[in-house]
């Protein structure tokens, strides 16, 4: 038989239930009014043509008409956006592993490196912005002077449309301290009885890496994956620092298209309709991640093969 509760501790469940949600409050109380609300305000919004003065206008969906037919600047900042996020988060996911492979290793002065490549993650985004302009810079810049030393032809890596974006998806690798420190907590909980054993059977060190490291780690990967995803395809940053969305529309993203239809040119209604596909795209983006996930996931304990 089931004993039954007491009213002393049903008292105290109901007690700590109540402690619960106060502390739970403030939370949900800044959750609400810093990001639902704001995003349902946006999805009115953009039913509305309103310049932030004068009366709202109903407009339904002719904002989003007005997008997808007669803004060719939209797709143009679409197709910039997917290209930055993809070239961004392979890379930065490429990177931030291999970083952590050899930070994970018993190498002289380990803490200093750590450091030293988490770095980039905590400095001020306008000192890291006008830093590699400099760097990328035509005649004065650091890349230019090896290209010139080495013989070659200057580069013109921030005023070329086609390698403006590659440019600044290198710098958001380069910014990747985060993931770098959420892949070596990873990799320091991978227990060592299975490299050892596969080292007893003979395994190389790829056939341990690709057999034993990489499935104890993919729910690592999943979550960089997700948070580069998410935050790669909100860029801004960037072309408000270096480009101004130029040369022509080559780093003309959603999120600074969003940012001067709504800010500069006082479009409010228009500017919440970028909001919104933007919204949807990683929407879209990330439920196809979750979808796929539990394919190549594995947890301790599973029993995939």
């Not at 007005?66 to 290209?83: E, G, V």
């Not at 034993?212 to 960089?224: A, K, L, V």
């Not at 408000?240 to 479009?267: D, E, I, N, R, V």
Request: net charge positive; glycine share 6%.
């Amino acid at each position: 038989m089931t004993a039954k509760p007491t009213k002393k501790r049903i008292k105290y469940n109901r007690d700590e239930t109540r402690t619960a949600w106060i502390c739970l409050l403030p939370s949900v109380i800044g959750l609400v009014c810093i990001t639902y609300l704001p995003m349902i305000a946006s999805f009115a919004l953009s039913l509305f043509s309103w310049n932030g003065l004068g009366a709202m206008k109903f407009v339904g969906l002719d904002n989003y008409v007005r997008l997808f037919t007669n803004d060719s600047k939209f797709y143009a900042s679409l197709l910039n956006t997917l290209r930055y996020a993809g070239l961004s988060v392979v890379g930065s996911i490429i990177y931030s592993m291999m970083i952590a492979l050899l930070l994970n290793r018993k190498v002289p002065a380990r803490s200093f490196f750590r450091a030293v490549f988490y770095l980039p993650y905590v400095l001020p985004a306008l000192a890291v912005y006008l830093g590699w302009k400099w760097l990328y810079d035509y005649n004065h810049g650091f890349f230019n002077y090896v290209v010139k030393l080495v013989g070659g032809s200057p580069i013109k890596f921030l005023d070329s449309s086609t390698l403006v974006t590659p440019s600044l998806a290198l710098i958001a690798v380069w910014l990747s301290g985060n993931l770098i420190v959420i892949f070596l907590a990873g990799l320091q909980n991978v227990p060592r009885t299975y490299h050892e054993a596969a080292e007893i059977d003979g395994a190389n060190a790829w056939q341990r890496f690709w057999k034993i490291t990489i499935p104890c780690m993919t729910p690592i990967i999943f979550y960089n994956l997700l948070m580069s995803l998410v935050s790669n395809l909100q860029v801004i940053t960037p072309a408000l620092s270096l480009t101004k969305g130029g040369p022509g529309t080559g780093s003309y993203y959603m999120c600074y298209m969003l940012y001067t239809q709504a800010f500069k040119s006082h479009k409010y209604g228009y500017g919440s309709a970028v909001a919104v596909i933007l919204f949807i795209l990683i929407a879209i983006f990330t439920s196809i991640l979750f979808a796929t996930s539990e394919g190549w996931i594995f947890y301790e304990g599973d029993d995939k093969e």
